[in-house]
């Protein structure tokens, strides 16, 4: 499925620019909320002691922590082990406004060899052209970062189809694979991730 996303993508990305860039010479700025999936009492996908709550709301403090751009602001949807409903977050997403959601998640599926980054978004959402060039230009730094990616995938997810904002969930990858599980739990795996996602968000400014 990603060729058609990568060539919607690329029609797209002029309104991505537009939609960013302020129109005179002052520092274009960009807010972009993290949304570290689950929390409290829904540890999400579990393998022995590792829940995906806790990691992605470890990958989501880092990208907050290591930004040092003052023309991007980074909010923080939930920065304790807290559970909030799909409709809190949504609430909250839309009270914000940003200028792009990243909801960070992980996949497992037992008993498969399934690996591999995904990218999702909804064809029925408001901002669904903007959100389709994010996750393309994502994707792509992925790639060029040697992850697998496994493409762009549309979902009727909750949190896709009812925020007002550019929304991408982002599965970064298996933690039923040894090889995804070793990146997403290592410290210099989650740190090409963070770095990985900085650099992307310098770019949509």
């Given at each position: 499925?990603?060729n058609p996303?990568?060539?919607?993508?690329?029609?797209?990305a002029a309104l991505c620019f537009?939609?960013a860039?302020p129109?005179?010479?002052?520092?274009?700025?960009?807010?972009?909320?993290?949304?570290?999936?689950h929390g409290?009492?829904?540890?999400?996908?579990?393998?022995?002691s590792?829940?995906?709550?806790?990691?992605v709301?470890e990958?989501?403090a880092k990208?907050?922590a290591?930004?040092?751009?003052?023309e991007?602001?980074i909010?923080?949807?939930?920065?304790?082990?807290?559970?909030m409903?799909l409709s809190?977050?949504?609430s909250?997403?839309?009270?914000?406004?940003?200028d792009?959601v990243?909801?960070?998640h992980?996949?497992?599926v037992k008993?498969?060899?399934?690996?591999?980054?995904?990218f999702?978004?909804?064809e029925?959402a408001?901002?669904?052209?903007k959100?389709?060039?994010?996750?393309?230009?994502?994707s792509d730094?992925?790639?060029?970062a040697?992850?697998?990616?496994d493409?762009?995938?549309n979902?009727p997810f909750?949190?896709?189809?009812?925020?007002?904002?550019p929304v991408?969930?982002?599965?970064?990858g298996?933690?039923?694979?040894?090889?995804?599980?070793?990146?997403l739990?290592g410290?210099?795996?989650q740190d090409v991730?963070?770095?990985?996602?900085?650099?992307?968000?310098?770019?949509?400014?």
């Amino acid at each position: 499925m990603k060729n058609p996303f990568k060539f919607f993508g690329l029609c797209a990305a002029a309104l991505c620019f537009a939609f960013a860039s302020p129109g005179n010479n002052e520092p274009k700025k960009v807010t972009v909320v993290i949304d570290a999936g689950h929390g409290g009492k829904d540890f999400g996908a579990t393998h022995g002691s590792l829940a995906e709550k806790a990691i992605v709301s470890e990958i989501a403090a880092k990208i907050k922590a290591q930004n040092k751009d003052t023309e991007v602001t980074i909010h923080l949807l939930r920065e304790a082990d807290d559970f909030m409903e799909l409709s809190e977050r949504v609430s909250r997403i839309n009270e914000l406004n940003p200028d792009l959601v990243l909801s960070l998640h992980l996949n497992y599926v037992k008993g498969k060899p399934n690996a591999g980054m995904e990218f999702f978004v909804c064809e029925d959402a408001k901002e669904h052209a903007k959100a389709s060039a994010y996750a393309q230009m994502l994707s792509d730094k992925f790639e060029e970062a040697k992850f697998e990616v496994d493409g762009i995938k549309n979902a009727p997810f909750y949190i896709l189809k009812r925020s007002e904002v550019p929304v991408v969930v982002f599965e970064m990858g298996y933690l039923s694979s040894e090889t995804d599980r070793a990146y997403l739990t290592g410290k210099d795996g989650q740190d090409v991730i963070v770095t990985t996602i900085l650099e992307f968000i310098k770019e949509i400014k």
